[in-house]
């Protein structure tokens, strides 16, 4: 099982920015690797936020567009989600998780990010 550990979610005003952080530990890269963001807001479903191809292609949820860019270290051992103008709606736990396995992606340590006034 990979060791991913997310950190860097607190609490904001509506509008405000923040960056997630991701790093992989136990020898583990993404480098030939398809990487993903997700979120799961209380009561409801484990949803991509943004993806990362192997290639470097990203990808950005509809909700998120616009407000969010992944990005990786040159060592491709952490990765990045800085989020701007965060709305309530993007309150919600958030994990990073490699897309192209067939495990659940909204599962372990996650960091919660609250948007509230």
């Known amino acids: 099982q990979v060791q991913l550990v997310e950190s860097g979610g607190d609490s904001v005003q509506p509008g405000g920015s923040l960056t997630l952080s991701c790093t992989a530990s136990g020898g583990f890269t993404f480098v030939g690797r398809d990487m993903g963001w997700y979120r799961q807001a209380s009561g409801k479903e484990c949803e991509l936020v943004s993806s990362?191809?192997?290639?470097?292609?990203?990808l950005y949820s509809d909700a998120m567009k616009g407000r969010a860019t992944l990005s990786q270290d040159n060592a491709k051992t952490t990765m990045f989600l800085q989020m701007n103008n965060l709305q309530v709606e993007d309150t919600a736990v958030y994990y990073c998780a490699v897309a192209s396995i067939p495990l659940p992606k909204c599962w372990g340590q996650g960091t919660p990010v609250t948007v509230s006034s």
């Open positions: 990362i191809t192997r290639d470097g292609i990203t």
